[in-house]
């Protein structure tokens, strides 16, 4: 029989890294996302234990803890054994007295949810603030407010999926880019408030449309749906089939992974090799919903052909130094 993609595709067995006993690993898919038990994140973590979850972040992408009911302070206290970290967030700005902190609630500045009506599979998928010359290392969500179902958030591993392209095809990607813009979906019925955020702070870059990942040197394909507007150099109708031949390919079930949040829930994942999709569905229920989010500051992007990424418009993203730092 057949494989249905090229061979050494498959994710290495989790048991393959070397983690201290204490720490247990248990892989949700294929290739992206797994558990990670036996610590408690709201004391600090022994250097052991800081290299485990970041060895497993690099190999599955996007790592979950269960039953880590840390406070602001404690989630921000984490996050920063792992880098430092941005401000909440660059245009909707942060949670008062924690400018390290950004608010993710059910009903946001976006209207996101009437975007339906033009809706495309893809919709809403993307990569943190790819915008960004630098976008994130990586992100680190904790559930407080959780819907009893409904609210799932999907997470593709963007290494696998390029890894599933076919050879001709990879070698044309690799020497393309991408125009990445912070603008509200097509079709979206944007509020005053939204538009006026985005147009305050104008983000626009162009990044690699394959960026060679900066710790584990996997080729990644950086097609942040929500973000990449069009591709440098071709014709637009050229540039449009073929980003939604890719986008269509990105989220293709085996390349992700579905996480079910409980209150206390925490996700952390590598925005280097990552594209993720918030829910819709909580929409169509009446629970709230409400998460907290961390970003590690990242370094600008490089194509596998050695060139970086490029700024058009906007600042980058650097750390945040709150007095108590
Ligand atoms: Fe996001």
Known sequence: MNAPYAEGLVQEDANDLALPDHVRVRPLSAYTGAEIHGLDLSRPLSPDEVQAVQSVLLQWKVVFFRDQPLSHDQHIAFSRQFGELTVGHPVFGHVDNYPELYAISKYRKSNSHDSRPEFK??????TDVTAAINPPAASILRGVVVPPHGGDTQWSNLAAAFRGLSDPLKDFL?????RHEFSAPAGAKESPEYRAAVSQRQLV??????RRHPQTGEEVLFVSPGFLKSIVGLHARESRLLLEMLWEHIIRPEFTVRFKWEPGSIAFWDNQGTAHAPPFDIFDLSYDRQLFRTTLVGTVPVGVDGRPSSAISGDPMLAH???AY
């Open 321 to 323: 130094h709150s007095a």
């Open 121 to 126: 599979p893809w919709l809403g998928w993307h």
């Open 205 to 210: 870059s162009e990044h690699p449309l394959v």
């Open 174 to 178: 690799r020497g393309l880019r991408g």
